[in-house]
């Protein structure tokens, strides 16, 4: 079967489901670094791992949701919700700058119901007229169709109003593992896959560029996980490749109600390469030094050509982060690896293409 997977890969071909499962269970470490090399090598040079430096902006911890698995969210009543003022904001922002000049910067909230989607795009534009020089991600997909639906608009008009305040991107996240049996245990408060999905392509359509995201090491199965990779893939090509980059993070099980253990680096790495072998209709790949540190750098051998040096995400720092702003040592880390770190501007939004 293995030489049969080289082929596929050497022709660019899919691989199925079943030959996934094969790579990802029973080939030899070798043999699965080899073939996520050969599928990152019909993109990418060998030799060079892009990044960008960015930071997450998590402007307010109020969500109804409810989901097990995480550690930052607070109810509307209690006391240790928040939300930042533009002041607030502003001050983040101008310290990052001032002080490692980012590339990148990311709102990620929850499911506040005080906020409607006007208030994001009055908030956004603000934003973009102060800070012209910087691009960001604004919201999450997830956190996109909750407002939406609290502000009684259509998913397209939802994502007309953002691209209208001058939007460039809503990343792909809230996805964790897009299973529909998955989030009814572990996510009730979300949203189906095909809500999720619905989203989603409404931002594309509306030429807002978006991403592709998946956490893996909660209790999913491994058929979920297959069947998130397989719907995925289905809706990369319906949308005609138009998600910029897939990123796969894991699970900090510190200080919520799911619990449980981190998975090993070992895991990580052999599920990277899988979702780089079977994922063919993605272009960039990207690994987690925010939730596996130095270790996300050996990931560029199993398929991965990009990461972030992030500078703070409140989400994963509760549940167990760790942070350093040594960047050069992290760099040293990608170098001892074997790959020549490029630091890139912001991916080319596809959907505006």
């Known amino acids: 079967m293995l030489e049969l997977i080289r082929k596929k890969i050497e022709q660019n071909k899919s691989i199925s489901e079943d030959e996934a499962y094969f790579l990802y269970k029973e080939a030899a470490t070798e043999d699965l670094k080899e073939c996520a090399q050969l599928a990152k090598n019909k993109y990418h040079t060998k030799e060079a791992a892009t990044y960008l430096v960015m930071s997450i902006l998590n402007y307010t911890n109020i969500c109804v949701a409810g989901c097990k698995y995480c550690s930052f969210y607070a ?15 502003t001050k ?8 490692f000049n980012p590339d990148l910067v990311s709102f990620n909230g929850g499911f506040h119901p005080g906020l409607k989607l006007e208030d994001y795009a009055s908030f956004f534009e603000k934003i973009h007229n102060n800070y012209p020089n910087l691009t960001f991600y604004e919201m999450t997909v997830a956190e996109f ?23 460039e991107w809503v990343t792909g996240g809230g996805a964790e593992i897009l299973v529909d049996s998955f989030r009814k245990r572990q996510s009730p408060g979300k949203f189906s896959v095909e809500e999720y999905y619905d989203g989603q392509q409404a931002i594309i359509e509306e030429k807002i560029g ?24 289905n809706f990369q090509s319906k949308m005609d490749n138009k998600l910029a980059s897939f990123l796969c993070w894991t ?18 790495l052999r599920w990277l390469a899988t979702c780089r072998i079977y994922l063919n209709n993605f272009k960039h790949l990207r690994t987690s030094v925010l939730t596996r540190n130095e270790g996300a750098f050996e990931g560029l051998a199993f398929g991965a050509n990009d990461f972030d040096l992030p500078i703070e995400d409140e989400v994963t720092q509760k549940a167990g982060s760790t942070i350093s702003h040594e960047f ?26």
């Open 92 to 99: 983040k922002l101008d310290l990052w700058i001032e002080k």
């Open 251 to 268: 699970y900090k099980p510190y200080n919520n109600e799911l619990g449980g253990t981190e998975i090993s680096n070992e895991e990580y």
């Open 145 to 167: 169709i909750f407002s939406c639906k609290r502000s009684k608009l259509s998913l397209h008009a939802g994502a007309r109003l953002l691209k209208n305040s001058g939007t």
């Open 210 to 233: 978006s991403t592709a995201t998946m956490v893996i090491g909660f209790d999913e199965s491994l058929e979920e996980r297959f069947e998130h990779l397989r719907v995925l893939r």
């Open 328 to 353: 050069d040592e992290l760099l040293e880390f990608c170098k001892k690896s074997g790959f020549t770190p490029v630091r890139r501007k912001v991916f080319k939004n596809p959907s505006a293409i």
């Open 75 to 89: 109810y509307p009543h209690q006391k240790e919700g928040y939300l930042l003022t533009y002041e607030e904001v």
